[in-house]
DNA sequence: ATCATTGATTTCTCTAGAGATGTCCCGCAC
DNA sequence: GTGCGGGACATCTCTAGAGAAATCAATGAT
């Protein structure tokens, strides 16, 4: 930020963190890499422990770094999924549930680890987005080769789908938005916010982040013909698994 | 991740921290809030200085507080701009550079600050995609409110804007695209990779970003029509400050 | 009135040590 | 082979103390 006018030598721990990061990114060092350890900096940088933590604490933060608990601190490369923006979504995709994804995937297993559907009063956000106040909920968690990556949850006006509620947050065949036609509501417009944070503590435990891992979130409202808000999709995604990919015209 | 079977209590530090959050997330503090201290800390629960720092840098590692050497600890909310997708882009709000800004920033001032233009050497990504060895690039740095918020590198192909090259990145009115098209090479597509990250130490740097605090990152490579790409511009954004909306039909 | 200095406060950096906790692997018993 | 015990090892948590560096307000000199 504000650079004093002397230059002060970065501290120990951030030199050691700089030549440690920089073996990383250069490529001198792969994926599932064991790092020096505490010890191994203290005896090299005669140092001590705290010093030692602390300078790989930086890297954790920075995500380039994931400690093994009894076993040592180990370098981690993002290995992205390409997910493509609903822009791509057609009408005859979305009968298909997984064409989306079985190419953004790279040939890694991919699977939905359903979580709970349930009746539930609307927090605040969701009641000024939806209209109402009394919501179905229906909560997923996606895995990629056997690890948590995504968290979902759909929201649905209650009284939009009063009678079906156990079919519509139930996908079925078609999915969702089969059961949404169906109901005469079939979405015609998308507005989709996208952001990215550190995750609450909740969420890094429902996906299993290291430290240092940002989430991305997205939240997708789908409105039907007319205006009227069918259902907001917020969908919190490991931001070292995902690549978001929109493409249109000009 | 995998959970003993035995429930431990959390630690002190995380026991701490998890109270304080709950205050900042709750509402019962607002965004330039004084935090505890570190000597408020060890007085109230009791410990020493390491692990009352400890219990701070959750938080702060959270990018929910900033550190201010000297004075204190303070919440830190984020206070997004909206960034509309360029699905929104046409070809007239291209001749008015500034259109999507300004209705963004909620009043907020909105200023460039040039950092550099220059021919250099493709990095082995950027030549992959545009096709080409040698290119022009144009980084600007973008403020809100004075304070940095956005990284911006725009790269050309340098055969494509050859003998236009002092006139190309230096987009004069109607912006870069406008000189594009004066080549003949109007953008007719666009692919757009939004991903999230810690930031490298030279972006948090320049983005003036405090712990805790993700970049998202936008790729957006514009092809001229036959599929000839002439333009990828990266665009590295503090996620504090950044939501952003794509719209589109079914 | 303006500017420089001082002092109190607070975070930042680091040392030294110790016990707890989780992981891994080897060897032994079954 | 399989399963279990135990030791080696590494990270995790915490204590206690001390000097460095930045901020801010009050004090004092010009």
Redesign the interface.
């Known amino acids: ?1 504000t650079e004093s006018p002397v230059h002060h030598e970065p501290p120990i721990y951030r030199r050691i963190a ?1 030549r440690l ?1 920089d073996q990383i990114l250069s490529g001198s060092m792969s994926d599932g890499d064991r790092l020096p350890g505490e010890n191994a900096l203290m005896a090299e940088y005669g140092i001590a422990r ?1 010093t030692a933590r602390q300078a790989l604490a930086v890297l954790i ?4 770094a994931v400690p093994r608990r009894g076993s040592g601190v180990y370098v981690r490369l ?1 290995r ?1 999924i390409r997910r493509h ?3 791509r ?1 057609s ?1 005859e995709q979305w009968g298909q549930g997984r064409a989306i994804w079985d190419s953004d995937t790279r040939g890694r297993s991919y699977t939905v680890d359903e979580v709970h559907i349930e009746r539930e009063p609307a927090t605040e956000q969701v009641a000024r987005l939806l209209d109402t106040d009394d919501v179905w909920v229906r909560r997923r968690r996606y895995l990629v080769d056997g690890r948590p990556v995504q968290l979902a949850a759909s929201h649905f006006p209650a009284d939009l789908v009063e009678g079906t509620a156990v079919t519509l947050p139930d996908t079925g065949p078609g999915g969702v938005y089969a059961r949404l036609g169906d109901l005469g509501y ?13 995750p609450q ?1 909740k969420e890094a435990e429902l996906l ?1 982040l290291p ?2 891992t ?3 979130i997205i939240s997708r409202i789908a409105y039907a013909a007319g205006g009227v808000p069918v259902e907001l999709n917020e969908m919190t995604l490991d ?2 698994s ?9």
Chains 1, 2 share one sequence.
Request: avoid cysteine; proline fraction near 9%; aromatic fraction near 10%.
């Open positions: 930020m700089d990061r705290a933060n920075e995500g380039l993002f992205p923006g609903s822009r979504l009408r079939s979405p015609a417009h998308f507005t989709e916010e996208v952001r990215a944070r550190m503590p299993g430290a240092g940002p989430v991305i931001a070292a995902y690549v978001l990919q929109y493409d249109f015209d000009a």
